[in-house]
């Protein structure tokens, strides 16, 4: 299953710079976009969300901007912090269901001092 | 912060015994998930329930497996007859409102490593 991709795998950053990490999709069924973040050994935890009908969402250091014509989102932090190092997993609903995830495959952020 | 639990953290199994895994969702949460991570690979959806019912299935979801709410706490997973390729981490979710509230998302439990020998 590839309809959600990030390509990827892994991100290094310093501390106070931005991280941007990218998030493909095939299926023009998706209709709502959610991002969210795991540390080794717990399970994922919600960080932001966009739906189809917007470009772009804030919340504090995360933004996430959508390109429905290029089937594309990415996930802006800024500025990176230690605590950001984690696995970013990008997700997706299809406009049919209301509450099957679909996740890609992750990206591994690493922030340095 | 209110959170979902999963006991056991670590399950092993020998191969064709049942095994149950237990999620107690967050109080007030009305829809209810299981999704697996088979090392290496993507999180991936198995089932999802509501009022009582499964509202929707993967293709994964087979007759092996099962789900129930016995009680008004608990979220069980069955797995009848496990093979070997049933081993990942076993996540269990739950939100207050269906999927697209960014007020209520998805909160996920620390997930069960379901291990088959």
């Known amino acids: 299953d590839q309809q959600v991709k990030q390509n990827s795998p892994s991100l290094s950053v310093q501390e106070g710079r931005i991280s941007i990490l990218n998030c493909d999709y095939t299926?023009?069924?998706?209709?709502?976009f959610l991002w969210y973040k795991k540390y080794p050994a717990e399970g994922p935890t919600f960080l932001i969300s966009?739906?189809?009908?917007?470009d772009k969402n804030e919340d504090g250091r995360f933004t996430v901007f959508l390109n429905k014509s290029a089937k594309h989102l990415s996930l802006h932090i800024v500025p990176s912090q230690p605590g950001d190092s984690a696995v970013y997993f990008c997700?997706?609903?299809?406009?049919?269901?209301?509450?099957?995830?679909?996740f890609g495959a992750g990206t591994q952020v690493v922030v340095t001092p | 912060e209110p959170e979902v639990t999963q006991t056991p953290s670590h399950q092993v199994t020998q191969m064709g015994q049942e095994v149950i895994l237990r999620c107690v969702p967050i109080?007030?949460?009305?829809?209810f998930y299981w999704y697996r991570q088979i090392l290496g690979q993507k999180v991936e959806f198995l089932v999802s329930?509501?009022?009582?019912?499964?509202?929707?299935k993967s293709e994964i979801f087979d007759d092996q497996f099962s789900v129930e709410r016995p009680d008004g706490s608990n979220f069980t997973l069955k797995i009848r007859s496990t093979k070997l390729e049933d081993s990942a981490m076993y996540f269990c979710?739950?939100?207050?409102?269906?999927?697209?509230?960014?007020?209520?998302?998805?909160?996920f439990g620390d997930g069960t490593r379901l291990s088959i020998l």
């Open positions: 966009i739906s189809s009908i917007k």
């Open positions: 979710a739950s939100s207050e409102r269906e999927g697209r509230d960014s007020n209520q998302p998805q909160h």
């Open positions: 109080s007030n949460h009305l829809y």
């Open positions: 329930f509501y009022n009582n019912e499964i509202s929707e």
């Open positions: 997700a997706a609903i299809r406009g049919d269901s209301w509450g099957k995830l679909q």
């Open positions: 299926n023009s069924m998706f209709d709502y």
